[in-house]
């Protein structure tokens, strides 16, 4: 299996995020075996640089947290999942992503990341997408891509966010 976490932040870039996104939530990370996070970030935390990172579990205080498990029918394509994700540690942040959500950028591009492009390139990439996602190149928010799995997988929103 694959497990994500998609979460809302607490500050204007984490709102900013949301509200773009039209969602509940601002940022996603894969979770590794022993509950450490894998994402891109664009801050300094806990003295790991900005960028595809492994961070401890609860790194930050989350306003809120939705764990998404997502199946699979061989233990390969978990595999190829996180090898991938994990052949991306040391990469930037996306610094253009934000202005990209309103100017243009090829999320697939593999040269710097944001959270959700990442998760979802690496998920295309392992086979878990049965078909590329289709999305215009520059949308793909944490929250865009909440919804594009829960066409595959149940999603369970805290009851105060289940209607937004």
Not at 86 to 92: D, M, N, S, V
Not at 116 to 142: D, I, R, V, Y
Request: proline share 9%; net charge negative.
């Amino acid at each position: 299996m694959i497990r994500l976490q998609f979460v809302a932040g607490k500050g204007i870039s984490s709102d900013l995020i949301e509200w773009y996104g039209a969602g509940c939530v601002s940022h996603v990370d894969a979770v590794l075996d022993d509950g450490s996070l894998l994402g891109a970030r664009s801050d300094v935390i806990g003295g790991k640089p900005a960028g595809v990172q492994i961070r401890p579990p609860g790194y930050e205080a989350f306003s809120l947290v939705i764990p998404v498990v997502l199946p699979v029918e061989l233990p390969a394509m978990t595999a190829e999942f996180y090898r991938l994700l994990r052949a991306e540690i040391g990469k930037p942040y996306d610094e253009t992503a934000i202005l990209a959500f309103f100017t243009g950028r090829d999320w697939r591009a593999p040269d710097s990341w944001f959270c959700s492009e990442l998760q979802a390139t690496m998920l295309e990439q392992c086979g878990w997408f049965p078909t590329p996602l289709s999305t215009p190149a520059n949308k793909l928010t944490p929250a865009g891509l909440l919804l594009a799995l829960s066409a595959r997988v149940p999603i369970v929103l805290p009851p105060t966010h289940a209607a937004e």
